[in-house]
């Protein structure tokens, strides 16, 4: 079993930044795929961030390129989300999760997934 505690979000203006954290305990995959998704209000759940075991590769949404950035420390079983120029349409709850292999796109490839946390951009 994985589990996976999310910490990080809140209230902050357009333009502002945050920094996700996810810690991974129990069997953990430093050769495994993490992610952030997030799921707006009436909207699914969609990918925001992937990186693989190394950290050497990462992949992002398009709405997301350019503004925020994924990395992990296999030492401490972190991942985080450094969000920077965030805007309204970045409220959402993020939620981190992890899979073996590689990442996917698709939010029920993953296993492990934690309970959520809430960011929320005023305009």
């Known amino acids: 079993q994985v589990q996976l505690v999310e910490s990080g979000g809140g209230l902050v203006q357009a333009g502002g930044s945050l920094r996700l954290s996810c810690a991974a305990s129990?069997?953990?995959?430093?050769?495994?795929?993490m992610a952030w998704f997030r799921q707006r209000p009436g909207k699914g759940r969609e990918f925001v961030a992937a990186i693989m075991g190394s950290g050497s590769s990462t992949y992002y949404a398009d709405s997301v390129k350019g503004r925020f950035t994924i990395s992990r420390d296999n030492a401490k079983n972190t991942v985080y989300l450094q969000m920077n120029s965030l805007k309204p349409e970045d409220t959402a709850v993020y939620y981190c999760?992890?899979?073996?292999?590689?990442?996917?796109?698709?939010?029920?490839?993953?296993?492990?997934w934690g309970q959520g946390t809430q960011v929320t951009v005023s305009s």
């Open positions: 999760a992890a899979r073996q292999g590689t990442y996917s796109w698709w939010w029920d490839q993953y296993n492990y």
């Open positions: 129990g069997r953990t995959f430093s050769s495994g795929a």
